[in-house]
């Protein structure tokens, strides 16, 4: 949800899409292996071109495939990173603005601003 410049962001939220597109990576991984089974059988009864045709998708098809995970499995792990990066972030600033809180007005008058 975002307010004006501010990007809200929920605890983990990352992390679980990051584990949705795992899930959809793996189901495209026994969609292969099935496929790949079932071509497999086809072309050992049917020879010619028909056959070879059939195994002609099934190439492209593997191409096809193994591009897609590869994209999956990197943007899977951009999430993953940036849910990390975000989750170091928010610790850090809560901490600067915590030492801040302790700062009292005189602390700024009379220059005796601590390390935050």
């Not at 793996?26 to 028909?50: I, Y």
């Not at 602390?107 to 601003?113: A, E, H, I, P």
Request: hydrophobic residues 30%; glycine residues 10%.
């Amino acid at each position: 949800m975002a307010h004006g410049a501010e990007f809200v962001q929920g605890a983990g939220a990352l992390r679980r899409a990051s584990g949705h597109v795992q899930e959809a990576k793996s189901n495209l991984d026994r969609t292969r292996r099935n496929l790949e089974s079932d071509v497999t059988a086809m072309t050992a009864r049917w020879q010619g071109e028909g056959g070879r045709s059939f195994q002609n998708m099934m190439r492209v098809f593997v191409q096809h495939h193994d591009e897609l995970t590869r994209l999956l499995d990197t943007f899977s792990s951009n999430m993953d990173t940036s849910d990390t990066d975000g989750t170091s972030l928010d610790a850090s600033e809560g901490s600067r603005f915590e030492g801040l809180s302790k700062q009292t007005p005189s602390d700024y008058v009379s220059g005796r601003l601590g390390a935050v």
